[in-house]
C-alpha cells in the first residue's frame, strides 16, 4: 500500500498493530510505532490502545503501562486491555488494582473486563473477589453470556469453591465444550473421579463433540476410581477420533490401564504409541510401581533405556516406590545413588520421601529418621513422618514413634492416623499411661477418622460407598455376597484380630 504511495491511516494502524499483536511480532510492532510516532498518529486513543494491546500481549508491561498512562481519556477498551495484559502475564495484584481505579475513576466494566478481572482472580485464589465481580455480572446481566459463564466456572474451580462452579454449570444456557471439559477437570482434579465419570456420560447423551482435553481428564478419573469398563469406552471414542497416534493421548490411556491393574491393555496401547517417549514409559513403570511389582517395574525401565529415552526425576519416584514396596533396600538404594552419579538427576522432596519409606519398611528406623531430618522442607509435608510412625508401629519403637508423632500433631492436629498409631503403638507396649495421654490429646483435638471410600463399577455405572454407610441403594444386594467372603476367608485360616484399637475407630 506505501508502495504505491497511499499512506497509512490511524485505522489501518490499529490493524496492522493487532495483527502483530497477535503473533507476537515485537519487532515489527515497534517499527510501526516509531512510524505512527513521525506522523501524529500517537494521539490518537485507538491507536494508543492498539499499542498498549501490542505491548502486552509481547510481555512489554512496562512500555504498554507507559503508553496507557498517555492516554488522556482511557476508556473501557484502554482499562480493559491493560487488565488483560496483567492479567495474562501472571501480574493478578496489578490486574486488581488498576479494575479497582477503573471503577473509582467511573468507568463502567464490560465484558472483557470481567473476562480479564476473573482471571485475575483464578491468579492469586482470590474468591471472596471473585464473587464480589460475579455478583457485578449478575447486576450487568452478563451472567448468561457462555464465555463469561465458562470463566466464572474455572475462577471458582480454581479458587477452590467447586459446589459453586458446579451451580453456574447446571443453569448455564448452550454449554459447549469448554463448560463441561472445565467441570470434567474440576472433579478428576479434586478426587471426585465418579463425578467426572459421571459428567462424561451427561456429556455424551446431549451430542456434545468429545475434544481432546475432555479425554484427557475422564482418563485421568477413569484411573482415579478404577473404572476399567468406563475407561475402554473412553479410548474406543480415541481411537475413532484418531487422538490414538497422539503421545500425550496414548500416554494417559496407558496411565489409565496401569491404574486399573490391566497391564495387558496398557502394554498394547503403549504399543500402539508411533512415538513413545519417556512419560509414556513412566505411566507403565508408575502403574507397576504402585503395586509393588519390583520386576516388571525395572523390566520397562531398561526398555526405555533400551530405546535411548532419558530417565527422568519422576521416573525414579517409581522405581524407588517399586523397591519400596517389595522391601528390597539395596536396590533401592543404588538406584537412588545412579539417579545422582549416573543421570545428574539432584535428588527432589519426593525422592527422599521414597527413600524414608523404603528404609521403614525394612525396619531401618533410625536411618529413616536421619533422611528426613535432612530435608529443609519436611515441616510442611507430614507423608514422610507418617511413613515413619507407620513402621514404628509396626516395630514398636516408641521413641522415634512419638518424634514422628510430635512432627505430624505440629502440621495437622486434627490428622486422626497419627493418634492411631501412636496409641497402638503404646498399647502394645503396655505403657498404659502414654496410651490415656494421647487419646486425651485426641478428645482436645477432636481428631477423628473419617469414612473410608471405594468405588465400584457395575455396567458402566461407578457406585460409591463409605464405611458402615446404610443408604446405598444397592446395599440390600451386597448381605450374600459378604457372608459368603467371609466364610471363604474363615476357611482359608484368616482370624479377625481384635483388640484394643478397635474401640479407638470411632
Given amino acids: 500500500?506505501?508502495?504505491?504511495?497511499?499512506?497509512?491511516?490511524?485505522?489501518?494502524?490499529?490493524?496492522?498493530?493487532?495483527?502483530?499483536?497477535?503473533?507476537?511480532?515485537?519487532?515489527?510492532?515497534?517499527?510501526?510505532?516509531?512510524?505512527?510516532?513521525?506522523?501524529?498518529?500517537?494521539?490518537?486513543?485507538?491507536?494508543?490502545?492498539?499499542?498498549v494491546d501490542l505491548y502486552s500481549k509481547c510481555r512489554r508491561l512496562d512500555e504498554a503501562y507507559r503508553i496507557f498512562c498517555k492516554s488522556p481519556d482511557p476508556d473501557v477498551v484502554s482499562w480493559s486491555t491493560m487488565i488483560a495484559g496483567y492479567a495474562q502475564s501472571g501480574h493478578a495484584s496489578y490486574a486488581l488494582d488498576l479494575f479497582y481505579t477503573m471503577e473509582g475513576n467511573g468507568i463502567h466494566p464490560d465484558r472483557v473486563s470481567y473476562l480479564s478481572i476473573l482471571k485475575a482472580c483464578c491468579g492469586v485464589g482470590a474468591l471472596s473477589l471473585g464473587k464480589v465481580i460475579h455478583s457485578k455480572i449478575i447486576r450487568?446481566?452478563?451472567?448468561?453470556?457462555?464465555?463469561?459463564?465458562?470463566?466464572?466456572?474455572?475462577?471458582?474451580?480454581?479458587?477452590?469453591?467447586?459446589?459453586?462452579?458446579?451451580?453456574?454449570?447446571?443453569?448455564?444456557?448452550?454449554?459447549?465444550?469448554?463448560?463441561?471439559?472445565?467441570?470434567?477437570?474440576?472433579?478428576?482434579?479434586?478426587?471426585?473421579?465418579?463425578?467426572?465419570v459421571d459428567c462424561f456420560d451427561k456429556m455424551r447423551e446431549e451430542g456434545i463433540e468429545l475434544d481432546r482435553v475432555t479425554f484427557l481428564f475422564v482418563l485421568k478419573a477413569c484411573g482415579g476410581v478404577g473404572a476399567l469398563r468406563k475407561g475402554r469406552v473412553v479410548h474406543e471414542y480415541i481411537i475413532r477420533g484418531g487422538l490414538d497416534s497422539d503421545v500425550v493421548v496414548g500416554s494417559t490411556v496407558i496411565d489409565m490401564y496401569a491404574k486399573c491393574g490391566s497391564f495387558n491393555e496398557a502394554h498394547a496401547?503403549?504399543?500402539?504409541?508411533k512415538r513413545r517417549n519417556t512419560v509414556s514409559w513412566n505411566a507403565l513403570i508408575g502403574g507397576y510401581a504402585d503395586r509393588g511389582n519390583f520386576m516388571m517395574a525395572t523390566s520397562c525401565f531398561k526398555r526405555m533405556l533400551s530405546e535411548g529415552l532419558q530417565p527422568?526425576?519422576?521416573?525414579?519416584?517409581?522405581?524407588?516406590?517399586?523397591?519400596?514396596?517389595?522391601?528390597?533396600?539395596?536396590?533401592?538404594?543404588?538406584?537412588?545413588e545412579?539417579?545422582?552419579?549416573?543421570?545428574?538427576?539432584?535428588?527432589?522432596?519426593?525422592?527422599?520421601?521414597?527413600?524414608?519409606?523404603?528404609?521403614?519398611?525394612?525396619?531401618?528406623?533410625?536411618?529413616?529418621?536421619?533422611?528426613?531430618?535432612?530435608?529443609?522442607?519436611?515441616?510442611?509435608?507430614?507423608?514422610?513422618?507418617?511413613?515413619?510412625?507407620?513402621?514404628c508401629q509396626k516395630y514398636n519403637d516408641a521413641d522415634v514413634g512419638r518424634e514422628c508423632f510430635d512432627q505430624i500433631k505440629e502440621l495437622d492436629p486434627s490428622d486422626a492416623s497419627c493418634y492411631m498409631l501412636m496409641s497402638k503403638i503404646y498399647a502394645n507396649l503396655q505403657m498404659w499411661d502414654k496410651f490415656a495421654e494421647i487419646q486425651e490429646m485426641r478428645k482436645r483435638a477432636h481428631a477423628w477418622r473419617k469414612p473410608g471410600q471405594a468405588w465400584i463399577e457395575i455396567n458402566e455405572k461407578v457406585h460409591e460407598f463409605l464405611v458402615s454407610e446404610i443408604t446405598h441403594q444397592e446395599l440390600d444386594g451386597t448381605g450374600p455376597k459378604q457372608e459368603r467372603l467371609q466364610?471363604?476367608?474363615?476357611?482359608?485360616?484368616?482370624?479377625?484380630?481384635?483388640?484394643?484399637?478397635?474401640d479407638l475407630a470411632q
Fill in 269 to 273: 496401547a503403549l504399543d500402539r504409541l
Fill in 140 to 196: 450487568d446481566g452478563c451472567q448468561s453470556d457462555l464465555t463469561v459463564g465458562n470463566t466464572l466456572i474455572d475462577m471458582y474451580v480454581k479458587c477452590g469453591s467447586l459446589e459453586e462452579a458446579q451451580k453456574i454449570f447446571e443453569h448455564l444456557p448452550g454449554r459447549d465444550v469448554v463448560s463441561w471439559a472445565t467441570m470434567i477437570a474440576a472433579y478428576s482434579e479434586n478426587a471426585r473421579g465418579f463425578s467426572a
Fill in 487 to 502: 466364610r471363604l476367608l474363615r476357611k482359608e485360616g484368616y482370624v479377625a484380630v481384635l483388640d484394643v484399637m478397635a
Fill in 338 to 391: 545412579s539417579m545422582k552419579n549416573d543421570y545428574g538427576i539432584t535428588p527432589i522432596t519426593d525422592h527422599l520421601f521414597c527413600l524414608v519409606d523404603l528404609f521403614s519398611r525394612a525396619g531401618r528406623l533410625y536411618d529413616a529418621r536421619e533422611v528426613l531430618n535432612s530435608i529443609p522442607s519436611v515441616r510442611h509435608d507430614g507423608s514422610g513422618w507418617m511413613s515413619l510412625l507407620t513402621a
Fill in 312 to 336: 527422568i526425576a519422576s521416573t525414579f519416584t517409581s522405581i524407588l516406590t517399586a523397591c519400596s514396596h517389595a522391601g528390597i533396600v539395596e536396590d533401592g538404594y543404588e538406584y537412588f
Fill in 1 to 51: 500500500m506505501q508502495l504505491d504511495g497511499v499512506g497509512p491511516d490511524e485505522y489501518v494502524y490499529t490493524c496492522v498493530l493487532r495483527a502483530c499483536a497477535n503473533v507476537g511480532s515485537l519487532t515489527q510492532g515497534m517499527l510501526l510505532h516509531d512510524q505512527l510516532v513521525r506522523q501524529c498518529f500517537d494521539k490518537k486513543l485507538v491507536v494508543l490502545n492498539s499499542l
